[in-house]
C-alpha cells in the first residue's frame, strides 16, 4: 500500500462518494478535477482538508481509489474524472488505461453495495498512518541536554 496521509484518506473517501454517486445515478457522466473538488467542498464545508484541497493535487487522492477498485476488480471510478483542457482523463491514466473503455465498465456496473468495503479499506489505511507515525517517534532520537 501507498504511505498515504491523513488528507490523502480523507479526500478518496469524500472523492469516493461523489463518484459512486455520479456512476449511480448519472451513467456516462464525466465530472472535471476542478468540478470534483468543487463539489466535495460544498458537500463538506467544514471540513478543512477537503476545503484546502486543490485539483492540481488530486493525483494521491484518486490514486486510493484506484488502488480500492482494482483490489476488488471493480471498474476503476478515477476514469471519470477528466481534465478540463482535454475532455480526457490525465497523462498517467492515459499512460496505462483506455479512458473511453474504462467509462463504458464504470457505466454497465451495479454500485449498490460497494460503498461499506471502501470504508474498510480507508480504515485500514488510516490505520498504516498511524502506525507510521508511531514508528517515527520511536525512532527520532533524544535530545541531550
Do not use: C
Not at 86 to 109: C, E, M, P, Y
Request: cysteine-free; aromatic content about 8%; charged content about 25%.
Amino acid at each position: 500500500m501507498a504511505n498515504r496521509t491523513l488528507a490523502d484518506i480523507e479526500l478518496s473517501r469524500v472523492y469516493f462518494e461523489i463518484l459512486i454517486d455520479l456512476a449511480k445515478n448519472q451513467k456516462d457522466t464525466t465530472i472535471q478535477y476542478g468540478e470534483l473538488v468543487n463539489a466535495a467542498k460544498l458537500a463538506y464545508p467544514n471540513n478543512t482538508f477537503v476545503q484546502k484541497a486543490i485539483a492540481t493535487s488530486m493525483g494521491r487522492r484518486l490514486d486510493a481509489v484506484r488502488d480500492f477498485t482494482s483490489l476488488h476488480k471493480l471498474p476503476d471510478l478515477t476514469a471519470l474524472v477528466v481534465s478540463k483542457a482535454t475532455g480526457d482523463n490525465g497523462i498517467g491514466f492515459a499512460k496505462s488505461f483506455d479512458g473511453d473503455a474504462v467509462r463504458q465498465q464504470v457505466s454497465a456496473f451495479e454500485w449498490q453495495s460497494v460503498q461499506i468495503s471502501f470504508s474498510e479499506f480507508l480504515n485500514e489505511e488510516t490505520q498504516q498512518f498511524i502506525q507510521r507515525q508511531a514508528e517515527k517517534v520511536q525512532r527520532k532520537p533524544k535530545k541531550i541536554k
